[in-house]
T-cell receptor
Framework: DAGVIQSPRHEVTEMGQEVTLRCKPI?????LFWYRQTMMRGLELLIY????????DSGMPEDRFSAKMPNASFSTLKIQPSEPRDSAVYFC???????????FGPGTRLTVL | EDKVVQSPLSLVVHEGDTVTLNCSYE??????LLWYKQEKKAPTFLFML????IEKKSGRLSSILDKKELFSILNITATQTGDSAVYLC???????????FGKGTRLHILP
């Protein structure tokens, strides 16, 4: 298995633009997590899904952020409109049911100018 | 509010030294404590601890959990420059696999 796949790996955009981050979890994993990591705040859980259903989105910073998981092999995290303070590395991770061993993707480094 | 606190935030030692990283937690309905190593990219899983007093080992790394005092330690013996990384501690507070991370300990090993 190729592991968790994220795209793009790097994104540089201007304030106000829409940003879409993509994630393909490991096949067979039932949980998918979106994280954001910054120097100031560390690693933060934004939202997670179980069997494609959002379970807890309390970590999503505000309405500009949205996440979807239309099927078991694909998820998106969208920021619209983006702001400079959204600049961070965004990780996607997946895990099996009842397993805490989450496997992380390589991350997307987002820079909003 | 559930939280995980790691100390120290940063540590610099010489190759060959032994280091101990600390993690304390306050979570409702504690289920397990996790350790990750993060180098330049994504975190990689090291240990999962669910029972007090049982040491988990992997090579030069070991970890133990104290559920009474609500903390865990990660030990690295005979450190090598390749151990330089950020070590993250995380706790899962309930059965829904929602994980809370500490801010990490940045470890730098000098040659």
């Amino acid at each position: 298995d190729a592991g968790v796949i994220q795209s793009p790996r790097h994104e540089v955009t201007e304030m106000g633009q829409e940003v879409t981050l993509r994630c393909k979890p490991i096949s067979g994993h039932d949980y998918l997590f979106w994280y954001r990591q910054t120097m100031m705040r560390g690693l933060e859980l934004l939202i997670y899904f179980n069997n494609n259903v959002p379970i807890d989105d309390s970590g999503m910073p505000e309405d500009r952020f949205s996440a979807k998981m239309p099927n078991a092999s694909f998820s998106t995290l969208k920021i619209q409109p983006s702001e400079p303070r959204d600049s961070a590395v965004y990780f996607c991770a997946s895990s099996l049911v009842d397993s805490h061993s989450q496997f992380f993707g390589p991350g997307t480094r987002l820079t909003v100018l | 509010e559930d939280k995980v606190v790691q100390s120290p935030l940063s540590l610099v030692v010489h190759e060959g030294d032994t280091v101990t990283l600390n993690c304390s937690y306050e979570v409702t309905n504690f289920r397990s404590l996790l350790w990750y190593k993060q180098e330049k990219k994504a975190p990689t899983f090291l240990f999962m601890l669910t029972s007090s007093g049982i040491e988990k080992k992997s090579g030069r790394l070991s970890s133990i959990l104290d559920k009474k005092e609500l903390f865990s330690i990660l030990n690295i013996t005979a450190t090598q420059t390749g151990d330089s990384a950020v070590y993250l501690c995380a706790s899962s507070p309930n059965r829904d696999d929602k994980i809370i991370f500490g801010k990490g300990t940045r470890l730098h090993i000098l040659p």
